[in-house]
C-alpha cells in the first residue's frame, strides 16, 4: 500500500495511515504527494512481471486529483477547485 494526502486541509495524514495498515500487518509506503504516490505504484507495477492491478482509493478529493493527473474530467461540483 502507498499512502498520500490529496491537496485539501483535511485530509488525514498518511503517516497515520499507514501507521494503522502496519498494526494490522501490512507494508506500507508514504508518498509525497497524490502524484509522487501515483507515480511509486506505477514503478512498483512496471517492476513486476505478468499483469498488475494498480487501484487507487480514497475520498471524492485524493479521486479527483488522480483523475486529473490521468487527464481525465473531474465533473463533481464538490471537486471544482482541482479542475
Known sequence: MIFAAP???RAAPP???AGNALS???RSRIGK??????DMAALT???T???TLVVISGSFYTIGEAKKILGQ???SPALA???
Open 7 to 9: 491537496a485539501y486541509e
Open 15 to 17: 503517516e497515520k495511515l
Open 24 to 26: 494490522l500487518g501490512f
Open 33 to 38: 504527494s497524490v502524484k509522487d504516490a501515483m
Open 45 to 47: 507495477a512496471s517492476a
Open 49 to 51: 512481471s505478468g499483469k
Open 73 to 75: 474530467e473531474c465533473n
Open 81 to 83: 477547485g482541482l479542475r
